[in-house]
């Protein structure tokens, strides 16, 4: 009886937790409709960078994320999984979904060592060579370290695969991949460690006619405080169309809770950009990342 209760209880977890998530959504579907021109809806999101983690799974069945993915009419999402194997299994339960990118942690602490561990290039090889992958990481690495040895492996590795590289990490670390390999394709995370207009250009002009992407995730506060979108932000955006993309990072269980409402944040900001320039950050360009176009 105690074990049919215990099993009882996390399904209905699971379920209210969905309900909770599908109704949240759908509330955020529409005030996302409402924020396009004369009631017409922006067009569909791709989240180009989130997590799904064992923390997430155990309340949030891949069922559960494709219904939130639905309600908050996001079509396509990057999906990084901590360990890597719930990257595939999401993948396989939403192919058309899901773009499985290999995360190489086993556990959080693994972020501030991996630079280190001389054994890592050859264990992402075997799992590479195991799985379906489209990208790689997201690899959080610094200045101080962007010399790694391990790091430059990866670079070479992703490269040679034909993978997008997700980094986050400081504009030195950039610099580096690009040094390592020119043709290398790189989405940089959250606007960088220095989330300026200033500071992002800078990198962008360095890197011009190469493959790299800037994400916006957790920066909506930055880009827009209080949803309205500030000039400098605007200016960035109108002047580098092609290398911006939207995303969510469902760095957490709460986060994936609040999906729907972080995506209608997104949604208000970029409908304040003119329709087709709104239309890249939120969809285009990450189609065209992932789709091996070049910015």
Do not use: C
Request: hydrophobic share 50%; glycine share 10%; aromatic share 6%.
């Amino acid at each position: 009886m105690k074990r049919m209760q215990r099993g009882w209880s996390v399904a209905a977890r699971r379920g209210a937790t969905a309900g909770l998530l599908v109704l949240g959504g759908a509330l955020a579907a529409a005030q996302a409709g409402a924020a396009g021109t004369e009631g017409t809806a922006l067009p569909p999101m791709i989240d180009a960078h989130s997590h799904y983690t064992a923390a997430d799974a155990e309340p949030l069945a891949p069922a559960d994320i494709v219904a939130t993915l639905d309600a908050a009419g996001v079509r396509r999402v990057v999906i990084s999984g901590t360990p890597a194997g719930l990257a595939q299994q999401l993948h396989r339960h939403a192919p058309q979904r899901v773009w499985p990118f290999l995360g190489v942690y086993a556990a959080d602490g693994d972020k501030a060592t991996w630079m280190h561990d001389t054994t890592l290039p050859s264990r992402v090889r075997a799992a590479l060579d195991e799985g379906h992958w489209v990208g790689l990481g997201e690899l959080h690495l610094f200045a101080r370290d962007a010399g790694s040895p391990v790091f430059a492996e990866l670079v070479r590795l992703a490269d040679a695969r034909g993978l997008v590289l997700m980094l986050h990490g400081d504009a030195e670390v950039v610099d580096r991949a690009f040094e390592l390999a020119p043709k290398v394709r790189v989405l940089w995370a959250h606007l960088g460690t220095v989330p300026e207009p200033a500071a992002v250009a800078a990198v962008l002009a360095r890197h011009r006619g190469r493959a790299l992407w800037v994400d916006t995730s957790v920066r909506d506060e930055r880009i827009a405080p209080g949803g309205v979108l500030q000039p400098a932000w605007r200016t960035l955006f109108e002047r580098h169309p092609t290398r911006f993309v939207v995303a969510v990072d469902s760095f957490s269980t709460a986060r994936w809770q609040r999906y729907g409402q972080v995506v209608a944040a997104i949604r208000t900001w970029a409908g304040a950009l003119p329709p087709a320039l709104a239309r890249r950050l939120l969809h285009d360009n990450a189609e065209a990342m992932m789709g091996g176009q070049p910015p």
